[in-house]
């Protein structure tokens, strides 16, 4: 089976914002286009090596991928309350790319929540907590890998 390598010019390990990228690119490829896609770093760039030729990664990105649902209503600045900028989270919203289902089933469970706990802010302490709680026992899967890689969760 023919491979190919795609240096991704703009996925350096430093500073960490590329690094971080590489390994988004990969773990995307990895886990929606084709599981068996390795990578590397070699001269101070990231290696993506497929059986996908360009255009098909091309189009794969363009068309096909679906984002993670990476929501955080627990903060403010994050979409969910009435001073923060919209502007992306409304674009999810009100689009109807199928990719985009489980980002806006996310984001409606996450308002629904808001509204079940009586919030009119970022919530703090032990109502964040609460919330916390709620969205890591009602949302899906794919959006609780999200929250088990952004929070720290202890037993109490």
Known sequence: MTTF?????????????GYLKALGVFRLVAEQAEAGARGFWRDERFVLRTRLTEDELVQFFVGEYEPTPVVAPWNGGSGFWPNDNREG?????????????????????????????????????NVKASLIAALRSTLSEEACRWLDGALALTTD
Request: proline share 8%.
């Open 89 to 125: 989270f409304d674009a999810i919203q009100t689009s109807n790319d199928p990719r985009l289902d489980s980002y806006r089933a996310a984001i409606r469970i996450c308002q629904d929540l808001i509204c079940e706990h009586n919030l009119l802010a970022a919530p703090k302490e």
């Open 5 to 17: 390598d795609h240096v991704l010019h703009g996925c350096a390990p430093v500073p960490l914002a």
